[in-house]
């Protein structure tokens, strides 16, 4: 086999301060703000695909900090104030993924966001009024308005939707291109000196006594007979920052994560599409959006949860058929339209929503478990990350 040149060895594989497994969003972020407070810290980050291949360029873009009927479902869940972190967390992470970038790199647009609530949901007016009375007092501490959601039921005749019998609104939301935040945010990184290699997955790794030696794959392939072997190199790191998300069980076999496929798909151009923004149905398991004058749609995990538990990245007859019912009869009623384009991307749960961020040992941390609404919450993921890490 042949060996790492002296340059290669002095270089690319050169022993760093830190190195982050996985690009996405939260790797991306953690480096940025590892850099931001000491400039001098040599950072890699190894990306095991050609691009970043979990969540954060497979999502549906939404600039959103929670519907109403989620956030009031995690109240129940995980109690009032993790639920306020949470939003505020996402709310405080928007604002400066728009400071950091500005809209137009980003294509972030603010068209507001909708819950829709169907007549076969059933909901009771009045309770459902006083949730949302509540939920506003609690929230006007972390976005400074009266009002975060309001029922505008008027707009539902409006945006075309059949089967629906409330609406309510929050006009802070907003949507973006993930692809584009994704590569502006790699540019950024790399133009702070951070090293991004792809390719590269971390296949394991092992304590030594003043860091840690990583496994990935050696990138000069020996033919043995027909046969090309790959065989693995190691390199060293004073600091393993993991950001995995989904796939954290590989190297951290005891956390508390398991893959959650998201399944989407996306119209044709639909002639005088009647609405503009980012929309959410039963608890956020089915969103959809305008994408210049189509549909992206996705969502519906919640009919299959244990087929939707896996790291495969494909997409499924049932749940795809499931997310078409739902836009012929509930979002594009009557309206003519063909599926151009599917995709699926994996998300990371857990028996609890908060991320985990932490220390696993002396030189190795994680942060990973992003669940479904991990785009707004990155950027602060990264500066705790920076904050925790030496
Ligand atoms: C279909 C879908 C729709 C979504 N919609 C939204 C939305 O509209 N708004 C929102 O806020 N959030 C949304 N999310 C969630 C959001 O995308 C995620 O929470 C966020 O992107 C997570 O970022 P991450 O960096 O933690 O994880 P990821 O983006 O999954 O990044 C982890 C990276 O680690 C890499 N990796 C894995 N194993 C290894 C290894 N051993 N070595 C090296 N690299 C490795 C992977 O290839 C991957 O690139 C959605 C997710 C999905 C799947």
């Known amino acids: 086999m042949a060996g790492l040149s002296i340059w290669e060895k002095e270089s690319f594989f050169a022993p760093r301060d830190i190195v982050i497994a996985g690009s996405g969003l939260v790797g991306l972020w953690s480096a940025y703000f590892l850099k931001k407070k000491n400039p001098a810290l040599s950072i890699a980050i190894l990306e095991r695909g050609m691009i970043p291949t979990g969540a954060s360029t497979r999502n549906a873009g939404f600039a959103c900090f929670g519907s109403a009927t989620e956030l009031i479902a995690d109240t129940m869940t995980l109690g009032e104030d993790p639920m306020l972190e949470l939003v505020e967390m996402r709310y405080k992470g928007l604002k400066k993924i728009r400071k950091i970038f500005g809209n137009k790199a980003i294509s972030y647009e603010r068209y507001g966001g909708y819950e829709l609530i169907s007549e076969q949901q059933g909901m009771d007016m009045d309770i459902l009024r006083s949730n949302i009375d509540r939920l506003n007092r609690k929230m006007k501490k972390i976005v400074k308005k009266e009002k975060t959601f309001r029922l505008n039921d008027d707009k539902i005749k409006e945006f075309g939707f059949a089967g629906i019998q409330h609406l309510i609104e929050n006009p802070m939301e907003g949507q973006l291109h993930s692809g584009k935040l994704c590569l502006a945010l790699l540019k950024e990184v790399q133009s702070m000196g951070v090293l991004v290699l792809n390719n590269s997955p971390i296949e394991g790794f092992d304590k030594v006594s003043d860091g840690v030696l990583l496994k990935t794959h050696n990138p000069f392939i020996r033919s ?72 992206l749609l996705g969502g519906a995990r919640n009919k299959d949860f244990e087929g939707e538990q896996t790291y495969e990245q494909a997409v499924t007859d049932p749940i795809q058929q499931e997310l078409e019912r739902f836009l012929r009869d509930t979002v594009l009623p009557g309206k003519q339209f063909s599926i151009e384009q599917r995709w699926s991307g994996t998300m990371a749960m857990g028996k609890e929503k908060m991320p985990v961020v932490q220390a696993v040992d002396n030189n190795i941390f994680c942060a990973v478990r992003m669940s479904g609404m991990g785009v707004a919450l990155a950027p602060m993921i990264g500066e705790k990350v920076a904050g925790l890490m030496r």
């Open 224 to 295: 043995s007979g027909s046969q090309p072997a790959v065989e693995s190199l190691s390199f060293f790191a004073n600091q393993l920052l993991i950001c995995t998300n989904a796939f954290a069980r590989q190297l951290l076999p005891d956390l508390d994560v398991q893959p959650a496929r998201g399944q989407v798909l996306v119209t044709s151009p639909i002639e005088g599409l009647p609405f503009r923004g980012s929309f959410h149905f039963d608890e956020g398991f089915y969103y959809f959006r305008d994408l210049g004058g189509r549909v």
